[in-house]
């Protein structure tokens, strides 16, 4: 199965976006060619995900990030070691009203993708990012 | 990053946002629409034409900056929405209170 990953290690701070935003063009630039909308959509998707983790994780607290795209689908899977989030983040997550000026980052991030689940897993907390890949006809 | 390019206009100021609208940018988005409504401008147009990524913080900030614009008695609106910017619209349905123009000259007419 053709596959290409990438992992990548950083500080849970605002900054650490921009090197996601990085992993993430040099994932597209090595790896097999992914439709745009897939591409966007995962991106999208992720960052929110890392915005959440660097905006409520404690100080100190370290975030590894491993990548793949595989044939059917374009998977990230998230480690931190910051505190205990609720269980049910993510199936708690909504757009909110249209008014709302903070909140929908998980819910955006949710509809973006096919899978998203976070668990906490010996100390550590795993969020889990999948899209399954769009068939070009 | 992100870069603001204004251009006063006779109908109001419009902002480009070249570059990335995200969590890093909003509160620098927050200060630029409050500035130019304190200005006095009653129209600001945001031309999202070279922005290349938007989260739902750079989106939370346009939305603040609308209800800062209306609460002033002027409006917001944005233009040239396309790509990644669209598809995140479309997926928060902000694009109802947001409706996108399909050109600057559009969004300063007002007419969609």
Redesign the interface.
């Known amino acids: 199965m053709a596959e290409h990953r990438r992992t990548f290690e950083g500080p849970a701070e605002p900054a650490l976006l921009d090197a996601v935003h990085e992993e993430l063009a040099a994932l597209w630039r090595q790896g097999p060619e992914v439709g745009e909308a897939d591409r966007m959509l995962f991106e999208t998707a992720l960052a929110e995900v890392v915005a959440n983790v660097a905006s409520y994780s404690r100080s100190g607290t370290r975030v590894s990030l491993e990548l793949a795209v595989l044939d059917d689908r374009l998977d990230a899977d998230l480690v931190d070691d910051s505190s205990a989030l609720p269980g049910d983040i993510v199936e708690g997550a909504s757009m909110g009203d249209a008014d709302a000026e903070h909140g929908r980052g998980l819910a955006l991030a949710a509809a973006a993708l096919d899978e998203l689940t976070y668990r906490r897993r010996d100390g550590r907390n795993h969020w889990r990012l999948s899209r399954l890949r769009q068939r070009a006809d | 990053?992100i870069h603001f390019d204004h251009d006063q206009r006779d109908e109001g100021m419009v902002v480009a946002l070249r570059g990335?609208l995200?969590?890093?940018a909003a509160n620098d988005l927050r200060t630029v629409i409050s500035k130019a409504v304190e200005d006095g401008h009653r129209l600001v147009v945001l031309d999202l034409a070279p922005t290349e990524?938007i989260?739902?913080?750079g989106?939370?900030?346009v939305?603040?900056g609308l209800?800062t614009a209306r609460q002033a008695g002027g409006d917001l609106r944005i233009a040239n929405v396309a790509?990644?910017v669209e598809?995140?619209l479309g997926?928060?349905?902000?694009d109802?209170?947001l409706q996108p123009y399909p050109s600057v000259d559009a969004a300063l007419r007002g007419d969609g």
Request: hydrophobic share 50%; no cysteine; net charge positive.
């Open positions: 990053m990335r995200d969590l890093l990524f989260d739902s913080s989106l939370g900030a939305v603040g209800k790509g990644q598809l995140v997926l928060t349905k902000l109802r209170v």
